[in-house]
């Protein structure tokens, strides 16, 4: 089955640099690959996603570049702000009524 | 926008006893429903796939027996947990696709809920 891997486990930035988040995934057949925060007690919420016909995406200060040939994903926050400190997941699935298999997390910390 | 209600959101419970969650998508149709469990700072690792009308499939490791999960319907699955440990404390969070959206359609998760066995 699908494994997805994720680096860093933890990432701490200063306000207004930037990050960045990576993650691989084994299965070639995976074809939808979304980045959800979660904060504290809460549930995941969806932040932005790709699907493998398109090799970025963008809105606003967050974008994900995908490289299907070499299997990996990357979220790239911009600008960043204390409020984006929370735990990142990234997430791998084949279409269909198959689930998301997600990452570890990445737990990003703002400092001010 | 498509919504999923997840049913307590906490509950304390004494060893032994069973619990009852509820995963209702509100304003769409789902024939396949997904339940995870969070542990304190870990990843959401998938459960189960509860399937409507049908036997929900397992993940290795996961004890059929103990997580009851049955999908009567089109919108609503259910995880029992039977006689809870304290080991089974945890997050247990239920998602959701919209059946006519097919494979594109996002995955939508309910809020949670927080089991504390005692």
Same mark, same amino acid.
């Given at each position: 089955g699908e494994n997805v891997e994720q680096h860093p486990s933890t990432l701490s930035v200063q306000e207004g640099d930037s990050a960045v988040i990576k993650c691989t995934y084994s299965d070639s057949a995976s074809n939808y690959f979304p980045w959800y925060k979660q904060e504290l007690g809460k549930r995941p919420q969806l932040i932005i996603d790709i699907r493998s016909n398109v090799g970025e995406k963008k809105d606003q200060r967050i974008a994900v570049t995908l490289n299907k040939t070499a299997k990996h994903f990357s979220l790239h926050i911009t %600008?960043?702000?204390? %409020?984006?400190?929370a735990v990142y997941f990234c997430a791998a699935m084949v279409s269909g009524n198959t689930p998301l298999v997600f990452g570890k997390g990445t737990r990003l910390s703002v400092i001010a | 926008g498509a919504v999923v209600s997840q049913h307590p959101s906490r509950v304390i419970c004494k060893s032994g006893t069973s619990v009852k969650i509820e995963c209702r998508s509100l304003d769409f149709q789902a024939t396949t429903m997904f339940w995870y469990r969070q542990f304190p700072k870990q990843s959401l690792m998938l459960m189960a796939t509860s399937n409507e009308g049908s036997k929900a499939t397992y993940e290795q490791g996961v004890e059929k027996d103990k997580f009851l999960i049955n999908h009567a319907s089109l919108t609503l699955s259910t995880l029992t947990v039977t006689s809870a440990h304290p080991e089974d404390s945890s997050f247990y969070i239920c998602s959701a696709r919209d059946t006519k959206g097919g494979g594109n359609s996002p995955l939508h998760f309910g809020n949670g809920t927080r089991l504390t066995v005692t």
């Open positions: %600008e960043t702000q204390p %409020e984006d400190s | -």
